[in-house]
């Protein structure tokens, strides 16, 4: 199998790299004033996902503003729910709206495991769109939330800050919460093989919420799941190259270990995991992405510079480090902030300092 001349799939690979790649999760958004524009142009934002053609304008205003190694598909995680029969809305300032909450084992028998390609055909298009878009300047990211994160959504009919009805679910009802992840890893590893058959150069897996569970908690009602979905992919595309697979569990650096034995290529770290520490932990099994604190942003260019430099040397001159943020940039981000990132990157990492 060749190797990957794209440094961000190299890295993923754990292979040599010029410098440290830099992607940044949620690097399409409202920060930018291009997107807000797209946005209004759109209508909302589900209409935007939904116009492969504006979705993939999105998708590339980061990489042409910033020089940034890799792309991320825009779209969102609750789309699964959507196909699976669940009404999805955005409420103004309210966050996703999820119809009829799972409250049942019932609600669950009534879900439907989507075909991709029926249901979730605009992504695919997107992804067609995007690709020739970016006509190989640099890879395509694909993803999809986790089982559990995609079941707090569609327990709780929306965002929750306590997650008192999944957390009820879980501890009076497990075989019905099961029963839901079982139907969500079959959704997910589908409609990420699709995503890959489609085009997209790498796949994550996004557990926003697995940071909410206890240690044995995790274990079987999240990464359990995962660990089914990374054996399900289809880690070669068709090109015939390598399709690396990360998994980014917010708040679980505890669980960095069993994380790296999943059969993943790269673990994501949110800012509360020592990097250097991790990357020992690690042992080599497997790339590690992160990891500053999104809220480094706020700071001065020249905190912003510091902090860069901090990372990448906590890192050290090894290979398998991919640079980004604990977690997404707020949408009162200045585009200014992040360019000076994405610049102290390429300085302070380039020549192989950090290879």
């Known amino acids: 199998m060749p190797e990957p001349h794209h440094r961000f799939l190299r890295a993923c690979l754990s292979l040599p790299t010029d410098r440290v790649p830099i992607w940044i999760m949620r690097q399409a958004g409202r920060y930018l004033p291009e997107y807000l524009a797209v946005r209004k142009q759109a209508g909302d934002f589900l209409s935007l996902c939904k116009n492969p053609e504006l979705a993939s304008q999105v998708t590339l205003q980061p990489i042409d503003r910033f ?12 789309v699964v729910p959507e196909a699976m029969g669940m009404g999805l809305s955005f409420g103004t300032g ?19 495991v989507p075909d991709p390609t029926r249901e979730l055909d605009y992504v695919m298009q997107t992804i067609r769109t995007i690709r020739t878009a970016l006509a190989d300047r640099v890879p395509l990211i694909g993803f999809s939330g986790s089982p559990w994160t995609l079941a707090t959504y569609m327990v709780e009919g929306g965002s929750s800050k306590n997650f008192s ?22 959704a997910v590893t589908d409609y990420l093989n699709a995503q890959i058959r489609h085009g997209v150069q790498a796949v994550q897996i996004f557990d926003t919420w697995g940071g909410v569970l206890g240690h044995d908690e995790f274990l079987k009602f999240s990464l359990e799941s ?126 192989g300092a950090h290879r």
């Open 67 to 78: 020089g940034l190694d890799a792309a991320i598909l825009f779209s969102d995680i609750l």
């Open 94 to 112: 309210e966050g996703p709206i999820l119809e009829h909450p799972i409250r049942s084992a019932g609600d669950v028998d009534r879900l439907i």
């Open 165 to 186: 009805r999944i957390k009820g679910m879980l501890y009076d009802r497990p075989e019905v919460l099961q029963a839901l992840l079982d139907r969500l890893v079959s």
């Open 226 to 351: 995962m660990c089914q979905i990374v054996a399900g992919l289809d880690r070669i595309g068709p090109d015939g190259a390598r399709v690396p697979v990360i998994l980014f569990a917010k708040g679980c650096g505890a669980h960095l270990e069993r994380m790296a034995e999943s059969g993943c290529d790269v673990v994501g770290l949110d800012w509360t995991t020592a990097l250097g520490q991790a990357r020992v932990r690690a042992a080599g099994r497997v790339a590690l992405q992160g990891n500053l604190d999104p809220s480094v942003l706020y700071a001065s260019p020249e905190r912003i510079r510091r902090e860069v430099e901090r990372v990448l040397t906590a890192y050290g001159a090894h290979p398998g480090h991919v640079f980004n943020l604990g977690h997404g940039i707020a949408p009162d981000c200045d585009p200014q902030k992040v360019a000076g990132l994405v610049a102290a990157v390429q300085e302070f990492s380039f020549g």
